[in-house]
């Protein structure tokens, strides 16, 4: 069993930041690819960003990148989320998420182990 707890989410004005954690606890491994998902109301999730285990390797959703940087410390089991030049549409429950054999990451069915989620709100 892998638990993943989520921090930092908060209400942000258009154009702020937020940086996002996650913390792994568990039977952790570090060569797990860790991924980003949000969803909003009414909505399917929706990758944000991975990083795998090296960190070497990042990928981003275009609506993302540029803007949100994703990073990990694989000596403290955490995965953060650099959010800068927030939009409205931004405004989710932000999850983070182990993907065991690093395929489909853009997938959230190649995802075993999800967190509970913090919910970030961006305002006008």
């Known amino acids: 069993q892998v638990q993943l707890v989520e921090s930092g989410g908060g209400l942000v004005q258009a154009g702020g930041s937020l940086r996002l954690s996650c913390a792994a606890s568990?039977?952790?491994?570090?060569?797990?690819?860790m991924g980003w998902f949000r969803q909003a109301p009414g909505k399917e999730r929706e990758f944000i960003a991975a990083?795998?285990?090296?960190?070497?390797?990042?990928y981003y959703a275009d609506s993302v990148k540029g803007r949100f940087t994703i990073s990990r410390d694989n000596a403290k089991n955490t995965i953060d989320l650099q959010m800068n030049s927030l939009k409205l549409e931004d405004t989710a429950v932000y999850y983070c998420a182990t993907n065991p054999y690093g395929l489909g990451y853009s997938t959230p069915n190649r995802y075993d182990y999800w967190g509970q989620g913090t919910q970030v709100t961006v305002s006008s």
């Open positions: 568990g039977r952790t491994n570090s060569w797990y690819t």
């Open positions: 990083i795998t285990w090296s960190g070497g390797t990042t």
